[in-house]
């Protein structure tokens, strides 16, 4: 059974508007931790943002938020103010400690284009 | 600076080869992972370790090998039994918890020709 969904394989966006990048999850633990990461062409892995299961708030992280919407298992990060050097894949995973030890399980990413 | 280092950047071997990836860490991180990358798609778990002399098969263990000797080192193995070797390697290391971010290393690009 697939884990995270990404739904949107690709996504354009103006450069200095917002744009939302969707991730739904799935999961029979109650204790969990959310997170998103950014890879550019180069390859490496940026980590970005992390969310608990249960922080009362959403995370944020400079122009990086994240929607949390615990009932939906919902998990979209909002990039504010696009900038160029923001085009890159963007990936959502998450880790449950009690059902897999920990590890992390990733989504098949979105790759976003800013446009100037 | 604190970090991962994988070696090679660049790998290129024949089928039939078994080849060794190098994955160093100075974090002093308990947890290590490998992943897998094929073009335009996510990362594949292969194996990961909590502990020292510990490790388990990820979701794609076929084919691969690990040991786990030093807290620091988790080389990988793509022995000549995996079918479809060529791929992205990305080695990751975390705290042993489920707040910790895996950090990454900058992956090695492995051919098999």
């Known amino acids: 059974a697939q884990k995270i969904t990404q739904t949107q394989p690709g996504m354009f966006v103006q450069e200095k508007e917002a744009v939302t990048l969707d991730c739904t999850y799935d999961t029979s633990d109650p204790s969990y931790g959310l997170f998103w990461y950014k890879q550019p062409s180069s390859g490496e892995m940026i980590f970005l943002i992390y969310?608990?299961?249960?922080?009362?708030q959403n995370a944020t992280e400079g122009r990086y938020s994240l929607n949390f919407q615990k009932a939906r298992k919902s998990a979209n990060l909002v990039i504010s103010a696009s900038q160029l050097g923001d085009s890159a894949m963007y990936f959502c995973?998450?880790?449950?400690?009690?059902?897999?030890?920990?590890?992390?399980?990733f989504g098949a990413g979105t790759i976003l284009r800013v446009k100037s | 600076d604190g970090g991962i280092t994988q070696s090679p950047k660049y790998l290129f071997r024949k089928e039939g080869q078994n080849v060794t990836l190098s994955c160093e860490q100075n974090?002093?991180?308990?947890?290590m992972y490998w992943y897998r990358q094929d073009p335009g798609q996510g990362l594949r778990l292969i194996y990961y370790?909590?502990?020292?002399?510990?490790?388990q098969k990820g979701d794609i263990a076929e084919g691969y090998s690990v040991s786990r000797e030093k807290k620091e080192s988790f080389p990988l193995t793509v022995t000549s039994a995996q079918k479809n070797p060529t791929a992205f390697y990305l080695c990751?290391?975390?705290?042993?918890?489920?707040?910790?971010?895996?950090?990454f290393g900058n992956g090695t690009r492995l051919t098999v020709t």
């Open positions: 990751a290391s975390s705290m042993d918890d489920k707040q910790s971010p895996l950090h």
């Open positions: 995973a998450m880790r449950e400690p009690w059902v897999s030890g920990n590890k992390l399980v």
């Open positions: 370790s909590q502990i020292v002399n510990d490790f």
């Open positions: 974090l002093n991180h308990d947890a």
């Open positions: 969310q608990g299961s249960y922080d009362q």
